[in-house]
């Protein structure tokens, strides 16, 4: 026979996961045997037959081929653990939610995201707490503030480490082991460190420790593990926990295993579905944030210039051409009417969203030159195709506004105002930033940023000042009838930004 620990090396199994396949009949209850150690102390050991090994890799086999654990456990012979009398309050909350809706798959996929059959969470890329629904409440954060615009008290782990499970070790490692490998798929060990830096010295050392241990999630949309969740009795409630990822963040759900429904797995298959609805359901929080505002110089004399589907597909070209480099530098795309753009940038763990927000304008600039000389060749025009570009960085409301089936996200307040308004003034494809922005960089990383101002020498000849800043309004045309529209900004510094060398 072969014992519980050598049955988890051989197989890479963690102690929940075993316990979840006993519970489901898929192996049998362990003889337990009472060894006593070098010390004197009573060891207690299950002892399983040699063909659990090949039963376990079996289980393992039907997983990666999208079988659920009720699916897997009636094909293996075993049984779906059906609820007693005395189970916990958490499998009764989610018997009693699954009860007033009738069958999971009568659900219609409108409804179905706040009344999922157990506890689901999301997170941002920064592992903050931005949507969970009500079961989540009163199994994970039972004193969560109500989702406050904090984000900083919004920190996952943070939240797990304070509540009450938490209270038993090998419990909490556990519950932590599947977060832990979802974060490590997207943060590097010092970015999640760097997260959450305010938790103590012993709770970062369990982060440490299962980052070290857990096994790095492979490039796949969504993962499964095994999960149990403890009862106010103490009697287990064995859940299939699916991990769901998006470029917006990680979804956690948890579906029972007494549901034999397979409807948790089809509606997370519904991505676009599933992104959405949980978009609408976020509430607005205040964070941090580089606003990225730009604009077509003379679209509406390119407009009149181009027959209307040659416009649109100078449009569509921007956009797509544009699509690659936004995400590549974690830009959200914001509400913004007619053909311009607006981005933000947000906090990431492992890099400065200010300085994503320049090299992605950069980079933008960059496209703009090729795709105006594809279109002067095509058309013969001997003008270019500019995008005019503000920067500009602060601590805003971020929120979303809902049309039906669609979403659209906006920031409120002044750093969208001014970097609308830097845009506007902006011309010839140029990219000016405010000196609030530019000044929140390293200073060893602003060496490296060619920016300043042009200014007129006595016998009227142009010269870039670098590493200069300028009035808004010491800048602006007092014969141009159309610059009233900046007075408002005349005392914003701002400056140009030309290029940037990060090699080392």
Same mark, same amino acid.
């Given at each position: 026979?072969?014992?519980?620990?050598?049955?988890?090396?051989?197989?890479?199994?963690?102690?929940?996961?075993?316990?979840?396949?006993?519970?489901?009949?898929?192996?049998?209850?362990?003889?337990?045997?009472?060894?006593?150690?070098?010390?004197?102390?009573?060891?207690?050991?299950?002892?399983?037959?040699?063909?659990?090994?090949?039963?376990?890799?079996?289980?393992?086999?039907?997983?990666?081929?999208?079988?659920?654990?009720?699916?897997?456990?009636?094909?293996?012979?075993?049984?779906?653990?059906?609820?007693?009398?005395?189970?916990?309050?958490?499998?009764?909350?989610?018997?009693?939610?699954?009860?007033?809706?009738?069958?999971?798959?009568?659900?219609?996929?409108?409804?179905?995201?706040?009344?999922?059959?157990?506890?689901?969470?999301?997170?941002?890329?920064?592992?903050?707490?931005?949507?969970?629904?009500?079961?989540?409440?009163?199994?994970?954060?039972?004193?969560?503030?109500?989702?406050?615009?904090?984000?900083?008290? &919004?920190?996952?782990?943070?939240? #797990?480490?304070?509540?009450?499970? !938490?209270? /038993? @070790?090998?419990? $909490?490692?556990? *519950?932590?082991?599947?977060?832990?490998?979802?974060?490590?798929? &997207?943060?590097?060990?010092?970015? #999640?460190?760097?997260?959450?830096? !305010?938790? /103590? @010295?012993?709770? $970062?050392?369990? *982060?440490?420790?299962?980052?070290?241990?857990?096994?790095?999630?492979?490039?796949?949309?969504?993962?499964?593990?095994?999960?149990?969740?403890?009862?106010?009795?103490?009697?287990?409630?064995?859940?299939?926990?699916?991990?769901?990822?998006?470029?917006?963040?990680?979804?956690?759900?948890?579906?029972?295993?007494?549901?034999?429904?397979?409807?948790?797995?089809?509606?997370?298959?519904?991505?676009?579905?599933?992104?959405?609805?949980?978009?609408?359901?976020?509430?607005?929080?205040?964070?941090?944030?580089?606003?990225?505002?730009?604009?077509?110089?003379?679209?509406?004399?390119?407009?009149?210039?181009?027959?209307?589907?040659?416009?649109?597909?100078?449009?569509?070209?921007?956009?797509?051409?544009?699509?690659?480099?936004?995400?590549?530098?974690?830009?959200?795309?914001?509400?913004?009417?007619?053909?311009?753009?607006?981005?933000?940038?947000?906090?990431?763990?492992?890099?400065?969203?200010?300085?994503?927000?320049?090299?992605?304008?950069?980079?933008?600039?960059?496209?703009?030159?090729?795709?105006?000389?594809?279109?002067?060749?095509?058309?013969?025009?001997?003008?270019?195709?500019?995008?005019?570009?503000?920067?500009?960085?602060?601590?805003?409301?971020?929120?979303?506004?809902?049309?039906?089936?669609?979403?659209?996200?906006?920031?409120?307040?002044?750093?969208?105002?001014?970097?609308?308004?830097?845009?506007?003034?902006?011309?010839?494809?140029?990219?000016?930033?405010?000196?609030?922005?530019?000044?929140?960089?390293?200073?060893?990383?602003?060496?490296?940023?060619?920016?300043?101002?042009?200014?007129?020498?006595?016998?009227?000849?142009?010269?870039?000042?670098?590493?200069?800043?300028?009035?808004?309004?010491?800048?602006?045309?007092?014969?141009?009838?159309?610059?009233?529209?900046?007075?408002?900004?005349?005392?914003?510094?701002?400056?140009?930004?030309?290029?940037?060398?990060?090699?080392?």
């Amino acid at each position: 026979m072969i014992n519980s620990k050598q049955l988890i090396e051989l197989t890479g199994i963690s102690r929940a996961t075993l316990n979840n396949y006993v519970a489901l009949g898929i192996l049998p209850n362990p003889l337990i045997r009472t060894l006593r150690g070098e010390e004197g102390r009573a060891t207690r050991l299950g002892y399983f037959e040699e063909d659990a090994v090949a039963c376990i890799k079996k289980v393992q086999k039907l997983k990666k081929q999208g079988l659920s654990m009720a699916k897997i456990s009636e094909q293996l012979g075993g049984h779906v653990p059906s609820s007693s009398p005395g189970k916990s309050s958490i499998a009764a909350n989610i018997s009693s939610s699954v009860a007033k809706r009738g069958p999971l798959t009568g659900l219609s996929l409108e409804a179905s995201i706040e009344n999922l059959p157990g506890p689901a969470y999301m997170v941002n890329n920064n592992f903050e707490l931005i949507w969970r629904n009500d079961c989540a409440v009163d199994t994970f954060f039972p004193s969560d503030g109500g989702l406050c615009g904090d984000l900083e008290s &919004r920190n996952l782990l943070k939240l #797990l480490f304070n509540g009450g499970l !938490a209270e /038993d @070790g090998d419990r $909490l490692r556990n *519950l932590l082991e599947p977060h832990i490998a979802a974060a490590k798929k &997207r943060l590097s060990q010092a970015a #999640l460190m760097k997260v959450y830096a !305010a938790l /103590d @010295g012993n709770q $970062l050392s369990i *982060l440490k420790d299962l980052y070290d241990n857990v096994e790095a999630i492979a490039n796949e949309p969504t993962v499964h593990f095994p999960a149990i969740l403890p009862g106010a009795d103490g009697e287990p409630m064995f859940c299939d926990l699916y991990i769901c990822f998006y470029r917006e963040g990680i979804l956690f759900s948890y579906n029972p295993v007494l549901l034999d429904d397979d409807f948790l797995l089809e509606f997370l298959s519904k991505r676009n579905h599933v992104i959405n609805r949980l978009l609408k359901k976020s509430k607005p929080y205040l964070t941090n944030v580089s606003v990225m505002v730009a604009g077509i110089q003379n679209s509406s004399e390119i407009c009149s210039e181009l027959a209307a589907e040659e416009y649109f597909e100078l449009i569509n070209n921007i956009w797509q051409q544009s699509e690659a480099i936004f995400r590549k530098y974690y830009g959200t795309h914001g509400k913004h009417s007619g053909d311009g753009m607006v981005y933000y940038f947000f906090p990431q763990a492992d890099c400065d969203y200010k300085l994503n927000a320049i090299q992605c304008s950069l980079e933008l600039k960059q496209m703009m030159k090729a795709i105006s000389q594809h279109w002067q060749s095509r058309k013969g025009w001997f003008s270019d195709i500019y995008l005019n570009i503000g920067l500009n960085a602060g601590q805003e409301w971020f929120g979303s506004y809902h049309a039906g089936g669609h979403v659209e996200f906006t920031v409120l307040g002044e750093t969208i105002n001014h970097a609308s308004g830097i845009s506007d003034f902006a011309r010839n494809g140029s990219i000016w930033i405010s000196k609030n922005m530019l000044n929140q960089i390293s200073t060893q990383i602003r060496a490296r940023i060619s920016f300043g101002i042009s200014r007129r020498t006595h016998k009227d000849e142009t010269v870039f000042v670098t590493d200069t800043y300028a009035s808004l309004g010491t800048l602006l045309d007092d014969s141009n009838c159309h610059n009233g529209k900046f007075r408002d900004m005349e005392m914003l510094a701002v400056t140009e930004i030309r290029d940037i060398d990060l090699s080392v």
